[in-house]
């Protein structure tokens, strides 16, 4: 058995312990808890599947509302554009290391959050 010294074994160690382990961003569905700008909450669930040219494509279902979106993964953040009632919209996702999607989004009118988790 080949002998290593002990400093390249220690170092070897603690390169692969400062290396963390990033969930990806998944295809499939998502369970969908949000909040609205004003303060009120709502349920919903969210498709997503990859798209042309390395795009994403995103169906929200929530409550009568259906919302479609597109968007890309840059730096491990998901971004996706939509249109609802109208009005354009920007929403912004973080992968957590159990793989939900916690992101912040907007039409203009203030900050809304939302909690996707795979299902």
Known sequence: MPRFPSWLLAAALVLGLATP???QIREGA???EGTNPDGSTYEGQLLLRPGPAGSWLANWRVGREQIL???LINGGVLAISFVIEGRPGVSVFEVDPDGKLRGHWTTGGGL??????PQ
């Open 112 to 117: 809304g959050t939302e909690i996707l988790t």
């Open 69 to 71: 979106g597109l968007g």
């Open 30 to 32: 998502y369970a969908v």
């Open 21 to 23: 382990a990033f969930a």
